[in-house]
């Protein structure tokens, strides 16, 4: 398994965009894309910690 440090250098965050649990919404504002697309991203492999849903944010 990839520990958390590989996988930020691997997906790093654009500037200015802090490390923080954020809802699907703002991740794909935060990323300028649609809430979609970062459903699609999370299905094929995007790391998170803990996956959101229903009134929880994504880590």
Do not use: C, F, H
């Amino acid at each position: 398994m990839t520990d958390l440090a590989d996988l930020r250098r691997l997906y790093p965050l654009p500037e200015g965009v802090e490390d923080t649990a954020m809802n699907r919404a703002q991740i794909a504002r935060a990323l300028d894309v649609s809430d979609n697309t970062i459903s699609k991203w999370i299905a094929q492999g995007m790391p998170v910690l803990e996956e959101g849903g229903n009134g929880r944010e994504y880590a």
